[in-house]
């Protein structure tokens, strides 16, 4: 008796254990899910920011960038923000997404374990000095953080031209607000700053010691392949300013000479209109070619929305030079 009872216990454990695992997977595959980066989601939001990013009623930001567009909307929409509301209020800078200080403080306020929030100014000698904020948050001990001039100038912020010199006590405030906020709702937030903190950031530029100064030759054959965005496809097109580098020579014996100052300048801009623009529209032969290759490869709509996303058009057509050839060298691989 005691072995069919522990026999029936083990098939009903087993049982528990077989639902919870169907849990998870399903909690997870909501997680993948619920995300504008989702098949289901992604080719529609992707072509409405296509769409949006060609309208002036969007912030000038994203005219005519529909990643950033795109982004700032799949942002919006992991913190609960309608498409709306995340176009106006969420900005991508030094790619990051982020939001203005007054979004931020309505974004959490309306989570429901908000409570209150207290900014007070900080003085001496009856100037303001700095500001605190006080976030409470329901079954937490309030959150207090401080932003003082010493700190702005010790981040070097006080110098910079703009609203720091402008409207130095609202950025001393909306800081404090921004570094509090992110402590106390750091669910709600989702790992978003503030727009004037990020716009703030600084991201330095490197060069190794052992890397000698480009010629104007390099500097230009380096903007093609760039724009093109293909070597093996923008070398051709490099090959026809090889004798840009006598350029060097001309440009070291141009005091002897007696030329002009933009004389060198000149033989460039002359040389470089003979090439081809990769901003040129795309020739017939280019657009047929890739028509024909979507088509062999068995492209689904889906690739196909993407690779117009990717490249900011509405349909093949409308590629131009550069991006043709770049296209066409992904579809030969």
Request: charged share 25%; aromatic share 6%; hydrophobic share 40%.
């Amino acid at each position: 008796m005691s072995q069919e009872l522990q026999a029936t216990t083990n098939q009903v454990l087993m049982q528990e254990i077989l639902v919870l695992k169907d849990m998870v997977l399903n909690q997870k595959a909501n997680r993948l899910n619920d995300s504008l980066f989702s098949k289901e989601l992604a080719p529609h939001y992707q072509q409405l920011a296509i769409q949006l990013s060609k309208s002036t009623m969007v912030p000038k930001a994203y005219q005519g960038k529909p990643q950033d567009l795109f982004v700032a909307m799949a942002m919006g929409y992991q913190v609960g923000l309608s498409v709306e509301q995340a176009v106006q209020c969420i900005a991508v800078i030094n790619g990051r997404p982020s939001m203005w200080g007054d979004d931020m403080l309505a974004l959490c306020m309306a989570h429901p374990d908000f409570e209150d929030i207290a900014e007070t100014e900080m003085l001496r000698e009856g100037e303001i000095i700095g500001f605190t904020c006080i976030i409470r948050r329901k079954d937490r001990s309030d959150t207090v953080r401080s932003f003082t001039l010493d700190m702005a100038k010790k981040a070097k912020l006080l110098g910079k031209a703009g609203p720091w010199q402008d409207y130095t006590t609202r950025m001393l405030q909306l800081r404090a607000r921004g570094f509090a906020l992110r402590d106390a709702f750091p669910d709600a937030l989702k790992g978003i700053k503030s727009r004037e903190e990020i716009e703030d950031y600084i991201e330095g530029e490197f060069r190794r010691s052992d890397d000698k100064p480009q010629s104007r030759t390099e500097i230009l054959k380096q903007d093609i392949i760039n724009k093109i965005g293909a070597k093996e496809d923008a070398k051709s097109v490099c090959d026809n300013i090889n004798s840009l580098d006598s350029l060097e020579s001309k440009e070291a014996s141009s005091e002897a000479a007696n030329l002009p100052d933009n004389a060198v300048g000149q033989v460039v801009e002359n040389s470089v209109e003979n090439l081809p623009s990769p901003d040129a529209p795309a020739t017939s032969e280019q657009i047929s070619m890739i028509k024909e290759l979507i088509i062999e490869k068995g492209f689904s709509d889906e690739r196909i929305l993407k690779a117009l996303f990717f490249y900011e058009i509405g349909k093949v057509d409308d590629l131009n030079y550069g991006q043709a050839v770049h296209f066409l060298n992904l579809l030969n691989r």
